[in-house]
Structures are given as structure tokens and as C-alpha cells.
């Protein structure tokens, strides 16, 4: 486990380094094992590691995975690691989970608006942007072939029991915080989910030998 010389965004580090990984249960861990077992075989046969985090409409959870799997990978200094994200169908990133990532020291900037506005997402000033916008998982955005297809919500889980070109389907599952949705606890309980995910994530990564 090796991590980079402090290139991510100096707040996005911070919270990096304050995550704890022993707040997650050995029934989580055997959850999430599969995904530090795919990126760890393409690790060690010198591949290209492509995950596409999938959720019904592509506006929250696979968004904050996708951001955070690609910023810790940078962070662990794990080379050719391609994130995305899709839903079973397209709706819009929900500007709450934009502006969670944004409060944690992402620099966002809007490239394009509308009903599907489309994000430019960057964790360190020399990384390319995470480009944001709702797809469906097989959009021409996301790979075809030679990717892991990580369910993040139970209803697409359930909806898509194989995802076309997905080497392997590994359920793992976060609370929506769309039930918080325009109530006051909405920021703090996306801020929540998010912590979550990057925890879980920061683990998986945390266990790959480079």
C-alpha cells in the first residue's frame, strides 16, 4: 500500500486522511472484498481497471462512488484506474450530491446546463476532470467490455441481474439520501452518505498490493 505525495486537493486529503476504515463491519468487508479482488488481479496482471458504479437513475450514489474510487486511487498511487457511472436510466447528477463533493474540496465547474447538466469534477490540479452527467450504464460515455459493474442501490441490483460486458456484478449497496431530500438535515445526511462511501472505498484501495 503506497500513497501519492500529497498531489489531491489539500481539504479533499484532510478528509481522506480522517476516514476511518475500522468503523466497517466484517459483514461489510466480505461485501466488499469481490471489488479489492478484481482491482487486485488486473493490479497484478499489469491491466487496465475499469469500474462502472451503477444506481437506477444515475444522480447520487454512483456519482459519489465514482468520484471517490478515482480520487483514492490516485491517493493509494494505483496506476490505469478508469472510473464511471450509469443508471438504468438517465435523470440528471442531483445538484445536493454536486455540491456535497464540492463542500468536501472538489473543484466543480458547469460545462453545460439543462435538464442533464454536465459537471467537470477535479480532485488535484494535474488529474484529469471527472466528467458528471446522468448516462444509462451502457451510454457510449461507459465501457463496453473488460469492467466491473458495481450495483450501488438495491433497485437496480434487482433490475439488472446481468449487465451486458461486465467481467464481474458485485452488489454494493448504499441508503439513499434522497429521503432527506428538502428537509433540514438534506446537506448533513448527503455529506453522511458520502463519508460513507468514500470510507468503504478508501478500504477497498487500502488493500491492493502495486
Known sequence: ????????????????????????????????????????????????IRINFICTHNSRRSHLSQVWAQTLARYFNIKNVFCY???????????????????????????????????????????????????????????????????TCDSANEACPFVLGAEKRIPITFEDPKAFDNTPQQAEKYNERSLQIATDLFYVFSQINS
Open 1 to 48: 500500500m503506497t500513497t501519492t505525495q500529497s498531489t489531491l486537493f489539500t481539504e479533499i486529503e484532510t478528509i481522506i486522511k480522517g476516514l476511518n476504515p475500522e468503523t466497517i463491519s466484517e459483514n461489510r468487508k466480505t461485501v466488499l472484498q469481490p471489488l479489492a479482488d478484481f482491482i487486485q488481479l488486473k493490479v497484478s496482471n499489469k491491466e487496465d
Open 85 to 151: 457511472s450509469g443508471g438504468t436510466e438517465a435523470t440528471a447528477l442531483f445538484p445536493m450530491a454536486a455540491k456535497t463533493l464540492e463542500n468536501s474540496g472538489f473543484k466543480i465547474k458547469t460545462i453545460s446546463e439543462g435538464n442533464n447538466p454536465v459537471y467537470s469534477i477535479k480532485y488535484a490540479d494535474n488529474a484529469h476532470p471527472i466528467i458528471g452527467f446522468s448516462k444509462k450504464l451502457d451510454d457510449d460515455f461507459n465501457p463496453k467490455s473488460e469492467f466491473a459493474a458495481i450495483m
